[in-house]
């Protein structure tokens, strides 16, 4: 009940009627949402009225992934400063049920094309608040684990790129547990190429990776 009054009020808020209307009863597809993020990317005009609406998008996603996308629960996700490529794939993941989250799926299913667009511009634009650093010895190992597995896929400085997910300044709590679960190769976060590479890790190991992400301005620029 509780969930449903939130999505509801958020709902509201949110979208006046000139925005309340999802693209269709189909999500759009990888390709289709992609074209039109491509589109307005060109068009500055475009991005600078999209941007204005994801602000507003980002007013109601506060609630839980904090002012300018830096969540003060550790186990919800940092939005600032993600790869805005990355983050729409993963709207529409959750929007057609591959990524599964009641709330999450229920808001951005009431989403359009543009204000999902203007979200990840606006989440883009945001500087990422860091955490202290950790001791020196956990940091030290994080980065030993780090330079061997994970610079491949998300950049020496965790910053990943458009189909890989910015880790660097991510919350322990939730890149822990999001870890574990591709470690698991079940549940709600399946990947095939996460999973091959975090088989191997250990508690020990994914705590040293979680320590040095988390920092952002330390070893992970």
């Known amino acids: 009940m ?4 939130l999505l509801a009020l958020a709902t509201v808020l949110l979208f ?21 993020f491509e589109e307005v990317k ?5 991005a600078e009225a ?13 609630h839980c992934h904090g002012e300018g996308g830096n969540s003060l629960k550790p ?17 529409r993941q959750f929007a057609e049920g591959r990524r599964r989250n009641e709330f999450m799926e229920g808001m951005i299913k009431a989403m ?15 500087q990422v608040t860091p955490l202290p650093p950790p001791n020196a010895a956990l940091a ?11 610079f491949r896929c998300h950049g020496s400085d965790g910053r990943g790129n458009e189909q890989m997910a910015r880790i660097a300044g991510q919350q322990p709590d939730y890149l822990r547990t999001t870890l574990r679960r591709y470690r698991a190769g079940n549940g709600v976060r399946v990947n095939p190429l996460m999973a091959s ?5 250990t508690d020990a190991d994914i705590e040293a990776v979680v320590g040095l992400c988390c920092t952002n301005g330390g070893a992970v620029g």
């Open 2 to 5: 509780a969930k449903r009054f």
């Open 16 to 36: 006046p009627p000139a925005l309340a209307q999802p693209d269709t009863a189909r999500p759009p597809s990888a390709r289709e949402l992609g074209a039109r």
């Open 42 to 46: 060109q068009d500055r005009k475009a």
């Open 50 to 62: 999209l941007f204005k609406t994801g602000r507003k998008v980002a007013a109601v996603c506060a």
């Open 75 to 91: 186990d919800i996700p940092n939005l600032a400063g993600q790869n805005p490529s990355y983050l729409l794939e993963q709207l």
């Open 112 to 126: 359009n094309s543009d204000e999902k667009i203007g979200m990840v511009l606006f989440y883009a634009a945001q």
């Open 140 to 150: 030290a190992r994080g980065r030993e684990y780090y330079d061997k597995v994970c």
């Open 197 to 201: 590479n975090t088989r191997l890790m």
